[in-house]
């Protein structure tokens, strides 16, 4: 015998309007309960977070201003207020979950997971605040020095908490990461406070050495900058195939390099003029057999 199919057995029992109105009704009764109770604990919560914010600031302020007026070199500082900052924030954060009441041991699991995570996708971000540490205990080197590196060469102006930044002589800011920098080779040339200024002359194989290195010790002698200590030398360096060369020896401090530097030659060539000193160039003598 065939069964025969109802519409009723095919459509679902539908819900009346009414009963739809009611359904929606209590769980907007129940989701307004709920925001209700937890009103105040929300607003508490965004109060300590604002209030957290303006006491971090402070507090970072309060450390900056006393690491200033101490003896930590301004690398250090940079460096360490990062760091600080990064600190009272996520305390400020666990702080604020747990009054909206976050477990503990979730807050403490969330945070290693993100931790991990965080590793894992940021190796190279981890490895520049390793490097910052590195550089901040080994200090090759402090604000203000000129350093060059493999990558740049430039004035330190600070050490952040992921990057060293430095300033190019022709004003360009290089921000290096931390990593590559403590790996890297850094010459430092502020760190002894001196150095030698290393100049060459040539004259011609005509004139007097005693002559011309009695005019480059009087256009050092002019130098205000060069010390006295140790004393300045002027030796003949070379015979080179066309003239003898002149090897100029003297200490200036760091920051006075370059002004001595370009200050002496050109110095010395107005001497040279002046006191018709030639200074010949290279030269080849050709001989024809007839």
Known sequence: MQETTTVESVIPDLQSPQEVIEQTTDFLSTALGFIKSALPTIIFAIVVFLLGTILVKIICKIIGRGMNRSNIDDTATGFLKSLISIVLYTL??????SILGVPMT?????IGAAGLAIGLALQNS???VAGGFIILFAKPFKAGDFIETS???????SVNILYTTIVTPDNKTVYLPNGIVSNAKI?????KGTRRLDLEFSISYDEAFDRAKKIIANEIAMQSCVKNDPVPEIVMGRHDSSA???????WVNAEDYWAVHFSMLENVKRAFDREQ???PF???DVHLEK
């Open 244 to 250: 003898i060369t002149i090897f100029v020896r003297m």
């Open 92 to 97: 400020l954060i666990v702080i604020v979950l």
């Open 106 to 110: 979730s807050i403490v699991t969330v």
């Open 277 to 279: 000193i030639s200074i």
């Open 187 to 191: 010459i430092n040339f502020n760190e």
């Open 151 to 157: 990558d740049a060469a430039g004035t330190v102006e």
């Open 126 to 128: 981890l490895s520049n």
């Open 282 to 284: 290279p030269q080849l």
